[in-house]
């Protein structure tokens, strides 16, 4: 370490700084706080075991801005808890074979002193667990009151199953490519009865209220919250078909049905009727389908295959011009979407134009759609926009897309034709067949069907010491003592639900506990709901943007509704007022160049401005870039570690000043010596101060003191905003060591009572940063005084003082006496014009005057050229 200094001050200050008290204690500045209440949550992490340097960045954050707050006189929330349902836990117990729970219990004590380590303040007398009975139990009466109210039902459905881990998957679940975000294996598809929440139930809330966060969250989530949601706004048409002698429609839903004129086949799904239907007798066609469903998970939607199959003996027609066209089976066509079925247009629609491309090489391609300007562009050959209908469609030449599909919706009527609106969201598939999550607290009876677990029962607590193999369905299944009951309803011997909730269930109400933490009867009271909601900043990473957001909003709108939360403010129930996004912290990361290896910090020289490596065997110079850190890449670093090196305040005051908050972080850990110097001078600061609590007074400032005030309002200004709006917080680390160095270099032309206040001010700015440089210099300063024992991090955020001070445009005028300069004067205002006794008025008294000058007769005064000249002629 190259200052051991800032580990002592960690020590010293530690407990100081885990306890925050309210700044009401402010002995200089009486006021009370405010006592509005400012709930700041930063996202709870999975007990992992250790802290990464990812959650020192967003709890540094989160910590700074709390400490800001309550400056501000706030009654701050600032609550932690964990995230302590999943995976990782039960393969731990599979793995190495400790009890879930244990191995949890024991991960949560460890990450709770990496905490304190970083010197951050939580309310840990709200703290939540979701994995602890005295919380689930309110995940299970969430479960069932979602249940009561209809917004939680069992369909059969098929579902996205996980080979590897054996687990239904949610669609969100399952990236682009078909793989389960978690074991990685490739989905398959599966028919199962399962859990679903009806979030589709507040779909325009969810989407309408994304309005309400303009300019509060991120535009970029707003965006992929919208397209999750996905409103869709079209027609749904139908096209007469005939099978032999059977009459049916095949109904389709378009967003373009001005392309209708241009439609040359007809696409349906693999699990459409009318193909089910053909596929009976027919191997070709069942074979195809067998392929297609293999694939339909592998991948995408947009890189669908192309595949198609020809439908035989249907006839197919165009409802508003007559003809008919070919259908054909298409991969591409998803079965879950509109109603399942395709209107190919090929001359406008990229998709379809690729797929009539593989299946009708030979046939032309219909443009019926044409730009209504020169410059409207074509996209790979085909024109994708809408525009104006062309010659080929004969009477409807020359309407607008927009007319086009009027004119088509009334042309067509209702037996044909209608507007439509369709939605990509789905509801939210909850169940798992896992062991460690929340039980779902109802029991399956043969003559009641599905019962609720009575609220006086709950929880339902998760049965321990089971033999989880991680294979084979549901491990709950095999707690005999524990599935079979008696049913609520008739006593008759019953079974419990054997699967447990998606552990996104835990975190989709977590914000909520925290203002209630302790209440055993509800998940959060009324009255306390609507005090401590909404969160006014959350802080957390970019990675749940969908999922947790979405389903934490979702339960918001069902507490509002259900009257959990009565009166969210603006009636939007929206839990999150503001959000912040942290980037991504990046290691530098070593490859070998001729083998693309991923080198060990023990394989590499690095001199100490990273500008520099060498590998160690073979002296080459290794490929560096800047990657997201992860073990098998070596990059990682460990912030306690870091924080044992250069001491709390130094890592977080770099962390915050390396880059803005949702930029990635390179990590450069050489560079925090910079940050420490600047707090060493601070504290040097404190030292050379002198103490006068008396009011600086304005009037009487000097030159040096009025440009000290100003860069010091400046600063309060600068660092006040930047807090506030959360957007450029590595900007007030460089507005304080501006401060700092404008001090250093002014203090001492200052009265003791601008020294005082400059200096106590800075360090009201720096507490929130680096607190335990800052009580030290407070402590420093204070020794002796009446305000010895007080806490900066006690005081009030300085306030930016309105009052002006000009610094004055003080200019050195050179006094000649008869023709020869003797002396020269500063002098602020104009001379140009000035009276004869007003020029003596300045030099009078001056020693040097006094010299040459006093005692004679003045003949003349001339003001030289631009005023900087002033020649007596005396006598
Ligand atoms: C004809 C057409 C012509 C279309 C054209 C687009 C452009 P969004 O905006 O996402 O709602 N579609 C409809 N149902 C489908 C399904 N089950 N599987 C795959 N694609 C489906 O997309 C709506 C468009 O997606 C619809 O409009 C339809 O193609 C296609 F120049 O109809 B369109
Ligand atoms: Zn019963």
Redesign the pocket.
């Known amino acids: 370490s190259t200052y051991p200094e800032f580990t002592a001050l960690d020590a010293k200050w530690r407990n100081h700084l885990r306890t925050p008290k309210p700044v009401a204690a402010d002995p200089t500045n009486p006021t009370k706080g405010n006592n509005e209440k400012f709930y700041i949550l930063s996202m709870f992490p999975y007990p992992s075991g250790s802290l990464h340097m990812g959650h020192l960045r967003v709890y540094t954050i989160s910590d700074v801005l709390s400490r800001f707050r309550r400056m501000q006189g706030y009654d701050v929330i600032h609550p932690m808890g964990w995230d302590a349902f999943g995976l990782p836990a039960e393969n731990a117990a599979i793995e190495r074979n400790v009890s879930a729970k244990s191995w949890t219990e024991k991960n949560i004590k460890a990450m709770k002193e990496q905490f304190e380590a970083m010197g951050v303040a939580f309310d840990w007398d709200r703290e939540v667990t979701t994995c602890s009975p005295d919380y689930y139990a309110h995940t299970q009466r969430l479960f069932l009151q979602l249940f009561k109210h209809g917004l939680a039902y069992r369909a059969n459905s098929t579902v996205n199953w996980d080979p590897i881990d054996e687990t239904v998957l949610a669609n969100e679940q399952v990236s682009a490519s078909g793989h389960s975000w978690r074991s990685g294996a490739l989905v398959e598809k599966k028919d199962l009865e399962q859990w679903f929440f009806k979030i589709t139930a507040f779909k325009e809330q969810l989407l309408d209220d994304l309005e309400t966060l303009k300019d509060a969250w991120p535009e970029r989530v707003r965006t992929m919250q919208k397209n999750w949601i996905?409103k869709?706004s079209?027609s749904k048409i139908r096209f007469p078909v005939k099978v032999g002698d059977a009459e049916s429609k095949v109904e389709?839903?378009?967003?373009?049905?001005d392309?209708l004129p241009?439609?040359q086949y007809l696409a349906l799904?693999t699990a459409h009727p009318l193909v089910t239907a053909a596929a009976e007798g027919n191997e070709e066609l069942q074979k195809f389908i067998a392929e297609a469903k293999a694939n339909a998970a592998a991948a995408g939607?947009e890189n669908k295959s192309k595949r198609g199959f020809l439908l035989p003996g249907i006839e197919c027609r165009n409802p508003l011009l007559g003809e008919t066209m070919p259908v054909f089976v298409a991969e591409?066509?998803?079965?879950?979407?509109?109603?399942?079925?395709?209107?190919?247009?090929p001359?406008?629609?990229t998709?379809?134009h690729a797929f009539w491309l593989e299946n009708c090489p030979n046939e032309p391609i219909r443009t019926v759609?044409e730009g209504t300007t020169e410059a409207s562009t074509k996209e790979e050959g085909i024109f994708?926009k809408k525009g104006k209908l062309t010659d080929s469609t004969g009477e409807y030449c020359g309407l607008s897309s927009a007319e086009a599909v009027k004119t088509f919706l009334e042309k067509l009527g209702p037996e044909w034709a209608e507007e439509s609106t369709?939605w990509?969201l789905r509801d939210w598939l909850v169940s798992r067949q896992r062991y460690w999550g929340t039980p779902i607290p109802v029991v399956h009876c043969k003559s009641c069907g599905i019962v609720p677990v009575p609220d006086e029962d709950l929880p339902i607590e998760l049965p321990e010491g089971i033999n989880i193999s991680g294979k084979g369905g549901s491990p709950l299944s095999k707690a005999e003592e524990w599935v079979n009951c008696p049913c609520p309803a008739c006593n008759a011997p019953a079974k419990r639900d054997t699967d447990t909730m998606d552990t996104f269930i835990d975190s989709s109400w977590y914000w909520a506990r925290y203002i209630d933490s302790k209440n055993p009867k509800e998940l959060v009271s009324p009255e306390k709901a609507d005090k401590g909601l909404p969160v006014d900043l959350y802080v957390g990473g970019v990675e749940h943007a969908i999922l947790h957001l979405l389903y934490s909003r979702f339960i918001a709108k069902f507490l509002a509704s259900s009257g959990i939360w009565p009166n969210p403010s603006n009636n939007t129930a929206e839990p999150f007022k503001k959000l912040i996004t942290q980037g991504m912290v990046h290691g530098l990361t070593f490859t070998c160049p001729e083998t693309g290896r991923f080198l060990k910090p023990e394989e590499v020289d690095v001199f100490p401005s990273n500008e520099e490596a060498i590998m160690r065997i073979g002296g080459k110079v290794p490929n560096k870039s800047w990657e997201k850190m992860s073990k098998s890449k070596y990059n990682g670093v460990d912030p306690v570690t870091c924080i044992g090196n250069h001491g709390a305040d130094a890592t977080r005051a770099h962390v915050l000043f390396a880059a803005p908050v949702s930029d990635v972080l390179n990590w450069e850990e050489f560079k925090i010596v910079g940050v420490q110097r600047f707090l060493l001078r601070v504290l040097k600061l404190a030292k050379t101060n002198n103490f006068s609590a008396v009011e600086p007074e304005l009037e009487k400032f000097n030159d040096t003191e009025k440009t000290v005030w100003n860069i010091l309002q400046q600063t309060v200004k600068n660092v006040t905003e930047a807090f506030a709006d959360t957007i450029a917080l590595n900007t007030t680390v460089s507005d304080l060591m501006k401060l700092e160095n404008s001090l250093s270099a002014n203090l001492k032309g200052c009265s003791p009572a601008v020294q005082y206040h400059a200096t106590q001010s800075l360090l009201r700015l720096l507490a929130p940063i680096a607190p335990a440089v800052a009580e030290e210099g407070w402590e420093t300063m204070h020794k002796g005084t009446k305000l010895e024992g007080s806490k900066v991090l006690e005081m009030r955020w300085p306030e930016v003082d309105t009052r002006e001070v000009l610094q004055s445009a003080k200019k050195d005028i050179a006094i000649a006496i008869n023709g020869k300069v003797r002396f020269t004067l500063q002098v602020e205002e104009e001379l140009g014009g000035a009276e004869q006794s007003a020029l003596l008025g300045l030099v009078n008294g001056h020693e040097q005057w006094t010299k040459w000058g006093a005692g004679k007769e003045v003949k003349k005064v001339i003001v030289g050229k631009g005023g900087k000249l002033v020649n007596f002629m005396l006598r």
């Open positions: 996905g869709s079209g389709v839903f378009t967003t373009r049905l392309t241009g439609v799904s939607p591409y066509v998803l079965e879950g979407y509109g109603e399942g079925a395709v209107m190919g247009v001359g406008h629609d998709r379809d759609v994708t369709q990509r």
